[in-house]
């Protein structure tokens, strides 16, 4: 029985490799890689020789027959992605599956991982925690995630990329409400690491129009991280606003900003006491 090994490579820093690694990169037959040109950096630090072959998402279908016939005939091979774990929000599964359904061992071999770098040092609580990989970009799915999150009762972590951030941090604060505790963390490992923590309204504040590079990675706190307001509490506060002569919507936003409730929440209470009050926004 042939094996296929599951290696995680680092995520920035090349001197993040176990020692194990390198062994099973140096012996097996070949290695199935994400980016041959990125693994090759990775092998020339190490003397790595063994011949590499790629298997990224679009060839993934047909890499997994290839898989499948050099385990048949003998050979030993690993798989590795760009940077940190394969098949975590990068490609792999399907040879995975491909090998274990031809009879074929499938081994880990643990690493890096900017996941758990990111949640060890976000500040927020790490267990349980759920996994949500990149969000969706729109729609009904994209609506549908955050709503999720908004609700999760632990910590939530996902993956984006620079560009689409400012807008994940504004629809998060928009789901979740600008209290909700999170942290951002960035180019983990390399030269110009940094991990931003606070609230998701602060979040979106510092990165709003700021030049963002690099792998990114959001933790956001669970929904019970902090106690949730009495209702009576924020109705109060909205009638105190409203009488003050603010019109439903700032009351809204500032609901949401004092009291961590989600914005659709928050809007629905100003709403409704305005309505009692007889004003209308």
Same mark, same amino acid.
């Given at each position: ?51 590499? &072959? ?7 279908? +047909? ?15 690993? *798989? ?34 900017? *996941? ?29 995630? *955050? ?21 994940? *941090? ?9 209290? &909700? ?22 979040? +979106? ?77």
């Amino acid at each position: 029985m042939a094996t296929l090994y599951i290696v995680s490579t680092p995520i920035g820093n090349l001197g993040d490799i176990t020692n194990r690694a390198v062994d099973v990169l140096s012996s097996v037959d070949r290695v199935l890689a994400e980016d041959t040109r990125r693994t090759a950096i990775l092998f020339r630090r190490y003397g790595i020789t063994t011949p590499l &072959r790629s298997a990224y998402a679009h060839n993934e279908a +047909a890499r997994a027959e290839d898989t499948v016939a050099w385990l048949d005939a003998g050979e030993t091979l690993a *798989l590795v992605s760009d940077a940190g774990t394969p098949t975590l929000s990068d490609p792999g599964l399907r040879l995975v599956r491909a090998a274990l359904d031809a009879g074929h061992e499938v081994v880990p071999v643990p690493g890096a991982s900017a *996941l758990l770098a990111a949640l060890a040092v976000s500040a927020i609580e790490t267990t349980p925690f759920t996994f949500y990989g990149f969000p969706p970009r729109g729609g009904k799915a994209r609506a549908e995630r *955050l709503s999720e999150i908004a609700g999760l009762a632990h910590t939530a972590v996902l993956y984006e990329s620079p560009k689409r951030l400012p807008r994940l *941090l504004a629809d998060l604060v928009e789901s979740c409400g600008g209290e &909700r505790r999170a942290a951002v963390a960035r180019e983990l490992t390399k030269r110009h690491e940094t991990v931003v923590r606070g609230t998701l309204a602060e979040l +979106a504040a510092y990165y709003d129009g700021e030049p963002i590079r690099g792998e990114v990675v959001v933790v956001v706190d669970g929904a019970g991280g902090a106690a949730a307001p009495e209702p009576a509490a924020a109705h109060a506060l909205a009638r105190s606003l409203l009488d003050a002569g603010e019109r439903p919507s700032a009351v809204a936003r500032t609901l949401a900003e004092r009291l961590g409730l989600a914005r659709n929440e928050a809007y629905s209470i100003a709403l409704a006491e305005s309505e009692e009050m007889g004003d209308v926004d």
